[in-house]
């Protein structure tokens, strides 16, 4: 298993930049601590990630990815974690809708006397 955690640890290094994902974030999401994320990342003295761990860090890490895409174009605060895991588990149960409409911008005045 001592390949797999690797595997983690290298997805984590190469993509959390690339999302502009805090490693808090993830290490949050997946109920370990930041600490403990930062030092399997640096590899400060860990052999390998422990299972246990493996497996919350590949499960937080693919459901914030899901999120990530299922909300964009819209950009995602990756420091309210409360926002996120609601949203998260919220997609998982199929009750997020996110509608995103692209159209013409309206001008001003126009939207006044829509109000009236």
Not at 10 to 16: A, C, G, I, K
Request: with cysteine; aromatic share 6%.
């Amino acid at each position: 298993m001592a390949g797999a955690s690797l595997d983690i640890v290298n997805v984590l290094n190469r993509e959390l930049p690339n999302f502009g994902v805090p490693a808090a974030t993830v290490a949050r999401l997946a109920g370990i601590s930041g600490g403990r994320l930062s030092s399997y990342l640096n590899g400060s003295g860990v052999v390998r990630v422990p299972t246990s761990d493996e497996l919350k860090l590949r499960n937080a890490w693919t459901q914030l990815k899901k999120l990530i895409h299922f909300a964009k174009p819209l950009p995602l605060d990756y420091r309210k974690f409360g926002e996120l895991d609601r949203s998260i588990k919220m997609m998982e149960e199929g009750l997020l809708t996110i509608c995103v409409f692209e159209s013409a911008p309206v001008e001003p005045e126009l939207e006044v006397q829509r109000q009236k």
